[in-house]
Nanobody, 126 residues
Framework: QVQLVESGGGLVQAGGSLRLSCAASGRTFSNYAMGWFRQAPGKDREFVGAVSGGGYTYYADSVKGRFTVSRDNAKNTVYVQMNSLKPEDTAVYYC????????????????????WGQGTQVTVSS
């Protein structure tokens, strides 16, 4: 059974930093794209950033230059380092892993068969 477990969320002041982790189990994800979406209250889920199986990274314009997505295939884990956080970054952050979707520019066209984590809350106070 595929399982993704996020950790590292919390409360931080504007301008601060957090690092989220997502540990995957149940299969080897080295060939999967892995990354992050987020959903703020009252808004749709939106793409944050991802890293392909080949190690290429993709980011939404809203986080480019502030967030860095990376992966450790030996640990089946993907990370997002979030710097210069803003109140508008407040959201539940979800990890995803997908072998069939497409990463193009600032978008991740994730497939219906993707695996998702349960989410972790990030709150940025002003």
């Amino acid at each position: 059974q595929v399982q993704l477990v996020e950790s590292g969320g919390g409360l931080v002041q504007a301008g601060g930093s957090l690092r989220l982790s997502c540990a995957a189990s149940g299969r080897t994800f080295s060939n999967y794209a892995m990354g992050w979406f987020r959903q703020a209250p009252g808004k749709d889920r939106e793409f944050v950033g991802a890293v392909s199986g080949g190690g290429y990274t993709y980011y939404a314009d809203s986080v480019k230059g502030r967030f860095t997505v990376s992966r450790d295939n030996a640990k089946n884990t993907v990370y997002v380092q979030m710097n210069s956080l803003k109140p508008e970054d407040t959201a539940v952050y979800y990890c995803a892993a997908d072998s069939r979707g497409s990463l193009l520019g600032t978008r991740w066209y994730i497939s219906a068969g993707a695996s998702w984590g349960q989410g972790t809350q990030v709150t940025v106070s002003s």
